[in-house]
């Protein structure tokens, strides 16, 4: 099967949703923010990366945010309970692009698309100007610098293979993580027919199950596990003995912002989510280590203009097969 490239637009598709776009940018009532006081926001950014959006988005406008972080299945899982239930409690949404869309089909999200935007690749972007990309989330294989040694790094996916990783592998259990899931699942645009073959032989590995990406790097910089499979960029917000796989298949999803079409502090959180999208929220983003989209703006990552080059675009499966992968899974990697 071809890859699909980013650097090759043209034959980029994203679950055929999320194409050049060219909605009107909207204003925001910065007052009327102002008067509502707060805003309510539900998510998977890390606090050391969010603590300083919230630092700055009140020093400059005076609004407080009240912020609940869990893994995108379990915020994705607590919006669509609330909304369900006829009391939704967010004005703000924010994880991968994957579990963000089931949303859709419960008309969970409001129009709104930040002027801050307008130079952001048209490619991220939704074309029901639901989903706001604000940043993008490459998958790799992560390694404790003092316990892997040089000619060890693993240099393609295949190396994780080798038996001498066995038990020394660390990844979120893709039965109950699904962005992980979808991050199997799209092996398949690099190894065609035979992503499944890999997926069995990952499973034989004995990979350390955690909750979500988050967890794993303090696995390795604990020493429980030599490699891991997470976000390049927790290599920069994580203290201790750890860097990143040079491997030529990296892949990667974009993280969006979406607005609660039931927002009680509709204005605050359009004004959260244009200053999260600004030059100085992108800025203040990129500086943690995350991958922005706004141009100009990028990481202090060794490495991280040839990552941009070399991605590989996540496609989302959708709510059936996201299902049916992770019940598959389940019988790979839990049953003895």
Same mark, same amino acid.
């Given at each position: *099967? ?18 050049? *776009? ?27 990366? *969010? ?144 992503? %499944? ?110 990552? %941009?080059?070399?991605?590989? *675009? %996540? ?22």
């Amino acid at each position: *099967m071809s890859p699909t490239r980013f650097l090759l637009p043209t034959i980029l598709i994203i679950a055929g949703c999320f194409l050049p *776009m060219t909605l009107p940018a909207q204003p925001v009532n910065v007052e009327a923010a102002k008067k509502e006081g707060k805003t309510v926001i539900y998510g998977t950014i890390v606090p050391q990366v *969010m603590s300083q959006l919230e630092k700055g988005f009140e020093a400059k406008y005076g609004i407080k945010t009240e912020y609940w972080r869990a893994d995108a299945t379990k915020v994705i899982d607590r919006v669509l309970t609330e909304w369900r239930s006829g009391k939704p409690g967010f004005d703000i949404v924010i994880g991968a692009r994957g579990p963000l869309a089931l949303g859709k089909a419960d008309n969970v999200y409001a129009k709104y698309v930040p002027p801050s935007t307008a130079n952001f690749p048209a490619k991220f972007k939704d074309k029901d100007g639901q989903l706001i990309a604000f940043r993008i989330t490459p998958v790799g294989i992560l390694y404790n610098t003092e316990m892997v040694k040089p000619n060890e790094i693993p240099k393609s996916l295949d190396d994780v293979l080798d038996p001498k990783w066995q038990g020394k592998i660390s990844m979120p259990d893709p039965s109950r993580h699904a962005s992980t899931a979808q991050y199997l699942w799209n092996l398949q645009q690099v190894k065609g027919e035979k992503w %499944m073959d890999f997926v069995r032989s990952l499973a034989k590995q004995r990979p350390m199950l955690l909750e979500s990406y988050s967890t794993v790097p303090n696995t390795i910089v604990r020493g429980e596990t030599a490699l891991g499979i997470s976000y390049i960029q927790y290599t920069g917000q994580t203290k201790g003995p750890i860097g990143f796989a040079p491997i030529e298949h990296v892949f990667a999803d974009p993280s969006d912002a979406a607005l609660s079409a039931k927002a009680a502090n509709s204005n605050a959180a359009k004004l959260f989510i244009e200053y999260l999208c600004s030059p100085e929220g992108q800025k203040k983003v990129a500086e943690t280590g995350e991958f922005v989209l706004a141009p100009g703006i990028v990481p202090a990552i060794k490495g991280a203009d040839k990552i %941009m080059a070399d991605l590989y *675009m %996540m496609n989302d499966p959708s709510a059936d097969m996201l299902a049916k992968l992770q019940s598959d899974f389940r019988q790979l990697f839990l049953t003895k």
